[in-house]
């Protein structure tokens, strides 16, 4: 979730665990939600990092794709980003 308040963006951002069950179902629950850092966003971009428990910041991008979709990535140091496919589901 991310709302303006007083001039800056902010927000959170809640992950979960998913764990295959080996039969093609998945189970999991949420994390407790986590206040975001350094939210930028640029009309298609939304940057943004995550504390972590040892005070390190993952930074991350959430670029919009199109109608419904957008592609999540996480900034890793090395040039090998991961980047999640996200459809927005109604």
């Known amino acids: 979730m991310v709302f303006q308040r007083d001039g800056f963006l902010t927000g959170s951002a809640t992950f979960y665990i998913l764990r295959d069950n080996g039969d093609g179902t998945r189970n999991g629950a949420a994390l407790p939600a986590v206040a975001l850092t350094a939210v930028e966003w640029d009309g298609t971009t939304l ?4 504390p ?3 005070d390190a910041a993952v930074p991350f991008e959430l ?3 199109g109608q419904g979709r957008a592609e999540l990535r996480r900034r890793n140091a090395s040039d090998s980003d991961e980047i999640v496919p996200m459809f927005l589901r109604k």
């Not at 940057?47 to 995550?50: A, M, N």
């Open 47 to 50: 940057r943004f990092s995550v």
């Open 63 to 65: 670029r919009l794709t």
């Open 52 to 54: 972590q428990s040892d």
